[in-house]
């Protein structure tokens, strides 16, 4: 069984920064694609980013792109997401997500993965 937490999330005011830590208690993390995702009261849960698990390639958003840096420490297990110029709208809980599958791809549908942390609340004020 895979356990992922997140940290870091927070208030913050629009233009802010906030960066979020998502730590695997799994020997499969350095293996597996990770994504963040996000879910904003009564929405459907929504793709923010993803690594490679060798950090070779990474996608996002477009609602996100320039803004999101997504990165991964593979000796310390954890996965980061610096958020850089927040806005209201991205405001939201935030989750770290663990692909089911070795080596993939970038995956940004939620079926891809199989594990996913309790989720961090992010806001933003204007």
């Known amino acids: 069984q895979v356990q992922l937490v997140e940290s870091g999330g927070g208030l913050v005011q629009a233009g802010g920064s906030l960066r979020l830590s998502c730590a695997a208690s799994?020997?499969?993390?350095?293996?597996?694609?990770m994504g963040w995702f996000r879910q904003a009261p009564g929405k459907e849960r929504e793709f923010v980013a993803s690594?490679?698990?060798?950090?070779?390639?990474?996608y996002y958003a477009d609602s996100v792109k320039g803004r999101f840096p997504i990165s991964r420490d593979n000796a310390k297990n954890t996965l980061y997401l610096q958020m850089n110029s927040l806005k209201p709208e991205d405001k939201a809980v935030y989750f770290c997500?663990?692909?089911?599958?070795?080596?993939?791809?970038?995956?940004?549908?939620?079926?891809?993965?199989?594990?996913w942390g309790q989720g961090t609340q992010v806001t933003v004020s204007s």
């Open positions: 997500a663990h692909a089911r599958t070795p080596y993939g791809d970038m995956y940004y549908y939620t079926s891809h993965y199989e594990y």
């Open positions: 690594i490679r698990w060798n950090s070779a390639g990474v």
């Open positions: 799994s020997r499969t993390f350095s293996s597996r694609t």
